[in-house]
Nanobody, 129 residues
Framework: QVQLAESGGGSVQAGDSTRLSCAAS????????MGWFRQAPGKEREGVAG???????DYADSVKGRFTISKDIDENTLYLQMNNLKPEDTAMYYC???????????????????????WGKGTLVTISS
């Protein structure tokens, strides 16, 4: 059973940086499609960033140039480095994984994560102005 656990959330000021981590219980999942999603209060879940099996990544337009997704296969951990944070980045952030090939980056960045198989419980990030 694959389990994902996010950490690193908290309260920060606008303009600050922080890094989220997602620890996976099974190493093999790290070689599949993985992504970060977020859901702000009163809004639908949206894709933030995705990384496919080949290590190619993509981002939602709202975070391009500010966020970076990466993974450490040896540590079974997915990361999301978030720089120049804005109040509109306030949300619950979730990591997710799936056995997806060519559709990975569409499922993560463009979709709402309906194709993802495994989800963490989320970590809250609050940005104050």
């Amino acid at each position: 059973q694959v389990q994902l656990a996010e950490s690193g959330g908290g309260s920060v000021q606008a303009g600050d940086s922080t890094r989220l981590s997602c620890a996976a219980s099974v190493s093999t999942i790290m070689r599949n499609c993985m992504g970060w999603f977020r859901q702000a209060p009163g809004k639908e879940r949206e894709g933030v960033a995705g990384i496919n099996r080949e290590g190619r990544s993509d981002y939602a337009d709202s975070v391009k140039g500010r966020f970076t997704i990466s993974k450490d296969i040896d540590e079974n951990t997915l990361y999301l480095q978030m720089n120049n944070l804005k109040p509109e980045d306030t949300a619950m952030y979730y990591c997710a994984a799936a056995d997806l090939g060519a559709s990975c980056l569409v499922a993560t960045v463009d979709g709402r994560g309906y194709g993802m198989d495994y989800w963490g419980k989320g970590t809250l990030v609050t940005i104050s102005s």
